[in-house]
DNA sequence: TTTCATTATCGTATATTTGCGATATAAGAT
DNA sequence: ATCTTATATCGCAAATATACGATAATGAAA
């Protein structure tokens, strides 16, 4: 009896850990700089940049695009991605709104 | 022939996708706004703001510990957490550079 | 010393993640 | 029509995460 029981969380919550989640391995966050890299759209030679097999990086790839983090133009074989800039900013917002909760206790932490 | 395989990458890649990973369950989230809003250290009044047993809370606890996003002061019966400051500042800066990377690519996204 | 309350840890079950190779798919080139 | 190239998906194995109850440990109170 015990699997992922995160519906119970406000949906904020759960959208914060999501993206986190979405970020929290390293080949992700390489795949978001190398996009961020290429001006323009590229397709998989992401794939080159990576210590990964093909089809792992798709699954990467997958992984980002479903929590909405970036585009994909998936026509035929040549498939093209981007940052989804208004995923990004909303979550950056949200982040950040976070910290500065955090922050605000800066000055009165016991036990560090 | 498949694990983590993690080590291949950056040690500052490593880092980053390792404090997401530590945010990225709702329970933790709401231990860290817990945490901010008590003004003291409070010890395991966290466990009743969650809808989980005792022992998970304390699992998720050690998970933001071993990521030095919180402290303890374990002694005896009562421990003590509160915010790493230090923690929070650092990723902070980190994530907010990597951010203002993806922000720059703001303007020339194509497949969105 | 015994009891109590609080917290950490162990053991266990289930779910999810990570990774690969193999295979399917789909558009363009020959 | 067949081949090539790029990419996604399937199937599988191993690792990790999530959750709980039970138990251990530890300091305070009786």
Redesign the pocket.
Known sequence: ??????EIFSQKEQNLAQFA?AI??P?RIVILKVLAKQKECI???I?EQL?????????????LLSAGIIN?T????????CINWKTIQKFSNEFGFLLNKLKATHEKTCCS
Chains 1, 2 share one sequence.
Request: net charge positive; with cysteine; proline share 6%.
């Open positions: 009896m015990a699997f992922h029981k995160k989640k929290s391995h080949a397709c998989g030679d794939v210590p990964l097999a093909q089809s792992t990086v798709s699954q990467h790839i997958s992984e994909g998936i026509d035929g074989p040549r498939s093209c991605y």
